[in-house]
């Protein structure tokens, strides 16, 4: 009995003792553990811990940079900078944000956009940022806050730089317009690299210079490193990296003149562009009507857009370089010279004009717009008196295949390369074109109609522009720039400007032409009128391009509804003989390009040679 006890008492001690060996064990190793725990936490992914440790405690702000001016030529503002408040609304502070923009409406206004935008923004905004509730609040509105802020912990007033265009409509599609980023905004910035110098309560260049020059005009995003508590509350700022300012950019627009093109059209609808010919330097650029660039800052409300989206006049569209025109008998100049070129035609070589033109063997009578015809025509009465049988005759002597490499060459059918994000090419019509964009052959009755600017050709007011300059310089087709070389070149990059290319033609054919479009403006030309009490001499050339067709009846403007009646249009340059400037006018319906197309142009003129206050005697000579 006593040796069992004692076995017993043994095998519990033994037992005892193994227990507690492994009771130790598992202590050292557990401490093992947990000391290779915390050399890893506090040692080898010491500095990982620290930032997220700082980032609970620190809050990052981003601070808005000062976006550049723009600038017309001599240094005039056309797009500044003006401080105002915004109302914000601090992420997180509140989780019932809806609760609190509610409670807001009782004591400001706030738009239908601003609140589908802010309920869009809050799904997708991070915890302790901000976003805009209400922008540009104007004083009173400002006080009414400040005496209620109690109520709202949540919301700041902070004060902010607003985009501010000085001339509102008349350089609206030039300057563009500031917008709210959105989601394709946002793409697009990752796509180029840029994302992380925009926050999402950002403006951003939409249309015009202000998109083009987005980079330059933008700065550099600054920050505040703000100290919080846990409820997000700050607490002090306890670093600051400032905001890189945005550059300004200058641009070749004189705003004088821009005035008063934009004037000149009246409340007619339509586009001018002004180039110097002896370097490509935009002087003006109009499309009428323009639209108000503050509604697209502040945002527009669903029946505000509906109804600028809606407008027959289509405000949005920049005619300039997208509205897409028949050249009518503005291209008649360019076809007189490639005649002469490819021996065609010479000065002396005549026909009969009775007042329309048909294929031989065929009936279809393709008509004069003077029924009873020129009589005996030669190259500079056509381009004078504007007769279109005899570039019906030439364009089919000429053939589609020629008729088309010379307006190539002259700039159309293709994109000027203007310092703007959106342009048209227009159409130079060819065999190819109309095979790839019909399915069908070319007819010689295709080419007739090309003669005279009709048919398939489609043009902008721009590329009007650009080959009118060559006519005047000499054959150098420029590459058109709203601002000066070296701006351009920094924002495109070395090599993908290009400064021009020369059109090959003789010097004694081009003054051919030069005096037929002298006459242009002399008794007896088209648009002699608009040359009346000139102190200097035009060269121009009329254009009426048709809009709706009569099925060979008469046209008369009375009787056609406003909309349907012809475009007027114009080019010119002068002083003719030293030419300085050079115009493009199309006047949408405006029937007669010699009434309606030309005195525009002649107040650019005037403008620009005679009122400019920086044209010097030293610049130009004028023609008497």
């Not at 053939?399 to 307006?407: F, K, M, V």
């Not at 070389?485 to 010097?507: A, C, K, M, W």
Request: proline letters at 4%.
């Amino acid at each position: 009995m006593l040796v069992r006890q004692y076995r017993d008492r043994l095998s519990s001690i033994h037992n005892y003792r193994l227990r507690l060996r492994a009771v130790v064990v598992s202590v050292v190793a557990l401490t093992f553990i947990l000391i290779a725990k915390i050399l890893y936490l506090q040692v080898v992914n010491a500095d990982f811990y620290k930032v997220r440790a700082e980032n609970n405690r620190i809050n990052v702000l981003p601070i808005l940079p000062v976006r550049g001016q723009i600038l017309d030529r001599y240094g005039r503002v056309l797009s500044e900078n003006q401080p105002a408040y915004a109302l914000e609304l601090k992420v997180g502070a509140d989780p019932d944000s809806s609760r609190v923009i509610e409670s807001l409406k009782e004591i400001l206004f706030i738009s239908d956009y601003d609140l589908e935008r802010v309920e869009t923004e809050l799904k997708q905004a991070s915890k302790f940022s901000s976003l805009v509730i209400k922008d540009r609040l104007s004083e009173d509105e400002a006080s009414l806050f400040t005496s209620h802020a109690y109520r709202f912990p949540e919301l700041q007033l902070t004060a902010q730089p607003y985009r501010r265009y000085p001339y509102g409509l008349v350089t609206s599609h030039v300057i563009g317009h500031l917008g709210r980023l959105n989601q394709r905004d946002l793409l697009d910035l990752e796509d180029s690299g840029h994302r992380s110098n925009y926050v999402r309560k950002d403006l951003i260049g939409k249309r015009g210079i202000e998109q083009f020059y987005e980079k330059r005009l933008r700065g550099g995003l600054g920050y505040n490193y703000v100290e919080v508590n846990a409820k997000g509350k700050e607490i002090r700022i306890v670093n600051q990296r400032s905001p890189l300012r945005g550059g300004n950019v200058v641009l070749t627009i004189d705003i004088d003149l821009q005035k008063v093109a934009y004037e000149s059209l009246g409340d007619r609808r339509g586009a001018v562009v002004a180039i110097d010919p002896n370097n490509g330097e935009i002087l003006s650029y109009v499309s009428k009507p323009g639209y108000d660039p503050d509604l697209f800052i502040g945002g527009m409300n669903a029946e505000q857009w509906r109804e600028i989206q809606g407008s027959a006049d289509r405000p949005l569209l920049d005619r300039v370089t997208r509205g897409l025109y028949p050249p009518g008998s503005t291209l008649k100049p360019f076809l007189g010279l490639a005649a002469l070129e490819d021996k065609l035609r010479t000065p002396s070589w005549k026909m009969s004009d009775p007042g329309f033109f048909s294929l031989s063997g065929g009936q279809y009578r393709f008509r004069d717009w003077k029924k009873e015809g020129h009589g005996q025509v030669d190259l500079h009465k056509a381009i004078a008196q504007s007769c279109d049988t005899y570039f019906y005759q030439l364009a089919d002597d000429m053939g589609i295949d020629e008729l088309n490499q010379w307006l190539v060459r002259f700039g159309f059918g293709k994109k000027t390369g203007i310092d703007l994000s959106r342009e048209y090419s227009g159409i130079a019509p060819s065999r190819s074109w109309k095979k790839k964009r019909f399915g069908t052959s070319w007819y010689r009755g295709d080419t007739i109609s090309v003669g005279i600017g009709q048919g398939y050709n489609l043009v902008t007011p721009l590329q009007l522009a650009v080959a009118t300059a060559a006519l005047a310089n000499g054959g150098t087709v420029y590459q058109p720039t709203l601002t000066k070389r070296d701006q351009l070149q920094t924002e495109t990059g070395d090599g993908l400007f290009n400064h021009g290319y020369t059109v090959r033609f003789s010097d004694n054919n081009r003054k051919i032409v030069h005096e037929a479009l002298k006459a242009v403006m002399k008794p007896g030309g088209t648009a002699v009128q608009a040359a009346q009490g000139a102190t200097y001499e035009i060269a121009g050339k009329t254009g009426t391009a048709q809009v709706f067709g009569l099925d060979g009846e008469e046209y008369n403007e009375d009787e056609i509804a406003e909309r349907l009646r012809d475009h007027a249009l114009f080019i010119a340059y002068a002083p003719a003989d030293k030419p300085q400037l050079a115009v493009a006018v199309i006047v949408e319906n405006g029937g007669h390009g010699g009434s309606a197309a030309a005195p525009v142009a002649r107040q650019l003129f005037d403008q620009y040679l005679l009122n400019n206050p920086v044209m010097t005697a030293e610049r130009f000579e004028i023609s008497r």
